[in-house]
């Protein structure tokens, strides 16, 4: 069954906690919230303090997207901030299996990422240490990226590699409604949305998204 992740980069920040209630009164169960560190991407959000002060003020899940570079000296920060999800970038890293069994022994889900232009040949050596693999669908870091139509082929080469192991997929950038139903279909679990929730009616987008991924 297919999730839809509201990014809270692409909430009004100014008014977060106004914004977070509402997410929680449209039936999101899951926050998908990026750290970004200016040197993987070019912009710069959140440090574990401030993903601490939203856990604590959520019933959400919260999956945090580490798109920084050496992930493995802020983890631990990280992990003390009580969150549910993290993913780390396989371009930020030589010590992705080190930081993956770290994350998981503390009792959070792991995930590793892969920008588009990354090949996915590694993901056979992290199966045994990951919960879902994330997919960037745009290059990350920048805000209004069209979603990239190649990813659904890294999609099912994913599914490919994965075969029955209870691991899922999830996308990130650029999905509306529309895209999301498709990813729905292709077997996509977890499907982050900024846009397409936030700009305009929020309660109209929060509506269209929530029916695009119902079965």
Same mark, same amino acid.
Do not use: C
């Given at each position: 069954? @297919?999730?839809?992740?509201?990014?809270?980069?692409?909430?009004?920040? $100014?008014? /977060?906690?106004?914004?977070? *209630?509402?997410?929680?009164?449209?039936? =999101?169960? *899951? /926050?998908?919230? &990026? %750290?970004?560190?200016?040197?993987?991407?070019?912009?710069?959000?959140?440090?574990?303090?401030?993903?601490?002060? #939203?856990? !604590?003020?959520? @019933? $959400?899940?919260?999956?945090?997207?580490? %798109?920084?570079?050496?992930?493995? !000296?802020?983890?631990?920060?990280?992990?003390?901030?009580?969150?549910? $999800?993290?993913?780390?970038?396989?371009?930020?890293?030589?010590?992705?299996?080190?930081?993956?069994?770290? +994350?998981?022994?503390?009792?959070? !889900?792991?995930? #590793?990422?892969?920008?588009?232009?990354?090949?996915?040949?590694?993901? !056979?050596? /992290?199966?045994?240490?990951? &919960?879902?693999?994330?997919? %960037?669908?745009?290059?990350?870091?920048?805000?209004?990226?069209? =979603?990239?139509?190649? *990813?659904?082929?890294?999609?099912?080469?994913?599914?490919? +590699?994965?075969?029955?192991?209870?691991?899922?997929?999830? +996308?990130?950038?650029?999905?509306?409604?529309?895209? @999301?139903?498709?990813?729905?279909?292709?077997?996509?679990?977890?499907?982050?949305?900024?846009?397409?929730? =936030?700009?305009?009616?929020?309660?109209?987008?929060? @509506?269209?998204?929530?029916?695009?991924?119902?079965?």
């Amino acid at each position: 069954m @297919a999730e839809i992740l509201p990014s809270i980069f692409g909430a009004n920040l $100014m008014a /977060l906690k106004n914004e977070i *209630t509402f997410l929680e009164a449209q039936g =999101f169960r *899951t /926050l998908h919230l &990026d %750290m970004m560190d200016g040197s993987l991407v070019p912009n710069i959000a959140f440090g574990p303090d401030h993903v601490s002060v #939203i856990k !604590k003020n959520t @019933a $959400m899940k919260v999956d945090v997207h580490l %798109m920084v570079s050496a992930p493995e !000296k802020i983890i631990d920060k990280v992990i003390a901030a009580g969150v549910d $999800m993290i993913s780390i970038h396989y371009e930020a890293t030589i010590h992705h299996i080190d930081i993956l069994q770290r +994350i998981r022994k503390a009792g959070i !889900k792991a995930g #590793i990422v892969y920008n588009p232009s990354t090949p996915l040949s590694s993901l !056979k050596y /992290l199966l045994g240490y990951v &919960d879902y693999v994330l997919l %960037m669908s745009i290059n990350p870091g920048h805000w209004g990226q069209r =979603f990239l139509e190649l *990813t659904f082929e890294r999609v099912q080469e994913v599914r490919d +590699i994965i075969g029955n192991k209870n691991i899922a997929i999830e +996308i990130d950038g650029g999905v509306n409604a529309e895209i @999301a139903t498709r990813l729905r279909e292709a077997g996509v679990s977890l499907i982050v949305v900024g846009g397409a929730l =936030f700009n305009g009616d929020k309660m109209e987008n929060a @509506a269209r998204l929530n029916a695009a991924i119902a079965e």
